[in-house]
């Protein structure tokens, strides 16, 4: 076949084997793309994340590439040299589209190439790369973004997400349903990554007002509003609000909210309380109530969340 997009897939030492592996089978297996692995030090041995890849490529196979994408590494502490963040410029700049898997997007990100732009990164990692790149638009929720040119997705599973989106941009629905067919995968999947963060409420920083949070996630099903709670803590509203603020980094309700949708989760996972009750007894109240708050924070519903987490008991021996 004539005129193949070229897909270049970039690694790093470190690389990690499931982002890797993800860019790799899927454009390798389809006859309108043609794949070649490349890195800064050219045709060998590249290590990986307990394993070694042997690249065929260097840098000068970005040079005719239709899309680079970088799979997640290991050590964001390594910056890649000048000249590798310089060749993945001028690879931007003559009209490359880039994707990244994981933790791939810092590299783009040191590149400069997402200043100003939105993107993501794996759920764990997103707060590091909003410090370390204060101009890059962190959206920590999105399994992938489509800025256009530049894309950037989650980690592992949202690898294939991403890789799904750019063959139904260049082949159409069809040919991407039939590598979602061939991986098992879901063509589109609902929701965003925040389903899968351990927990939402912040870690506090002092324990000043431990014994009232404490307090507060023994009471979740309650009404509680900022006056209750300056009253429990025998204090001022506007002095509650201020020291709660300097030990969570958020307000009193917010972190409120965040830990009824943690109980809300738990209870979705390993209990058998309906969905309907489950409102009542997190403090959020009608179910509607409770499915807003699982749209709004976690981009799924109550009774999709339970489908996909549930833990499912060992099957008894007999």
Not at 97 to 115: E, H, K, N
Not at 264 to 284: H, I, K, M, N, Y
């Amino acid at each position: 076949m004539t005129n193949r997009h070229r897909v270049a897939v970039l690694v790093l030492p470190g690389v990690l084997a499931l982002e890797f592996g993800t860019a790799t089978q899927i454009f390798s297996t389809d006859p309108h793309y043609e794949l070649t692995v490349c890195a800064e030090s050219g045709p060998g041995p590249v290590p990986g994340s307990g394993f070694a890849i042997t690249v065929t490529a260097g840098l000068e196979a970005l040079d005719d590439a239709d899309t680079v994408i970088i799979p997640g590494y290991e050590n964001l502490d390594a910056v890649p040299s000048a000249g590798f963040l310089a060749a993945l410029r001028a690879t931007h700049a003559r009209g490359a589209r880039l994707a990244s898997i994981c933790t791939g997007a810092f590299v783009l990100a040191a590149a400069g190439l997402l200043d100003g732009r939105p993107a993501t990164t794996h759920w764990r990692q997103a707060e590091q790369l909003r410090r370390r790149y204060p101009r890059v638009k962190v959206l920590p929720n999105q399994l992938y973004v489509d800025d256009g040119d530049i894309l950037t997705s989650a980690g592992v599973t949202a690898g294939i997400d991403l890789c799904l989106h750019l063959i139904r941009t260049d082949l159409g629905a069809a040919a991407a349903n039939t590598h979602a067919r061939d991986l098992v995968a879901p063509p589109r999947r609902r929701g965003g990554q925040a389903q899968f963060i351990e927990q939402f409420r912040p870690e506090a920083s002092g324990d000043e007002l431990a014994p009232l949070r404490e307090w507060m996630l023994d009471n979740l099903a309650d009404p509680l509003t900022v006056d209750d709670l300056a009253e429990r803590a025998h204090m001022s509203r506007r002095t509650l609000i201020r020291r709660f603020r300097e030990e969570t980094g958020t307000t009193p309700i917010a972190w409120l909210t965040d830990a009824r949708i943690d109980r809300a989760r738990e209870l979705l996972e390993a209990s058998d309380v309906p969905v309907e009750q489950v409102g009542r007894l997190t403090g959020f109240g009608a179910p509607a109530s409770l499915r807003a708050a699982f749209h709004r924070h976690l981009g799924t519903s109550p009774q999709e969340y339970r489908t996909l987490f549930r833990h499912k008991a060992e099957p008894t021996q007999t």
